[in-house]
């Protein structure tokens, strides 16, 4: 029931590209994203409704394909900034309870 | 500024103890929610409460209890039954009516067993 996300890590150089994938084996309604630092509260990014839309972020955006009950984060030209470990949750009903992925890390090297 | 705020940002329980930790909010969400995170792992629900004097056990509710009296407090006792309660412990609020909204998370706090 827990989404599985990949990949499980990753390490970039700064300006680099990154794709992190969340795959549900149950047809979603939305997928919400967060980005925790280390010891830190995980911190809102963006949520994609059942729909296949995309949305954007400063140099981060995501999509959602309903068919393959997948939503995908594109991090373009990586920024130190970006590291952190990236969750996605997922919600099968409206004001339904949100099941997080167990996360991907995300280093971003100079 | 509104937002959530979790205390102690650190606890040490000794065996067979029952401590609480503390969460209150002031962005006047309806609803209210506990996670426990292990290390190198993702969150995992407690309990939740969408309104109050009402929640519901999460995932993982053995060994924890919760009260919510008021709508910006959610209280979570850890209690002697769970047996391994060394965790980082999240909680959020959203606004339940509409669930396009996002979970806003308090800093946590972490528990420890002396």
């Known amino acids: 029931q827990q989404p599985v996300q990949s990949p499980q890590a990753v390490i970039l150089r700064e300006g680099e590209d990154a794709v992190i994938n969340c795959s549900s084996s149950k047809a979603l309604y939305s997928v919400h994203w967060y980005r925790q630092k280390h010891g830190e509260a995980p911190v809102f990014l963006m949520i994609l409704l059942k729909g296949g839309e995309q949305k954007g972020h400063d140099k981060i955006s995501a999509s959602f394909n309903e068919k393959k009950q997948q939503s995908s984060l594109y991090l373009t030209a990586s920024q130190l900034s970006y590291s952190g470990t990236y969750f996605c949750g997922t919600e099968i009903l409206p004001g339904n309870m949100l099941t997080f992925g167990g996360g991907t890390r995300l280093m971003v090297k100079p | 500024d509104g937002g959530i705020t979790q205390s102690p940002k650190y606890l040490f329980r000794k065996e067979g103890q029952n401590v609480t930790l503390s969460c209150e909010q002031n962005?006047?969400?309806?609803?209210m929610y506990w996670y426990r995170q292990d290390p190198g792992q993702g969150l995992r629900l407690i309990y939740y409460?969408?309104?109050?004097?009402?929640?519901q056990k999460g995932d993982i509710a053995e060994g924890y209890s919760v009260s919510r009296e008021k709508k910006e407090s959610f209280p979570l006792t850890v209690t002697s039954a769970q047996k391994n309660p060394t965790a980082f412990y999240l909680c959020?609020?959203?606004?339940?009516?509409?669930?396009?909204?996002?979970?806003?998370f308090g800093d946590g706090t972490r528990l420890s067993i002396l």
């Open positions: 409460s969408q309104i109050v004097n009402d929640f």
């Open positions: 962005l006047n969400h309806d609803a």
């Open positions: 959020a609020s959203s606004n339940d009516r509409d669930s396009n909204q996002p979970q806003h």
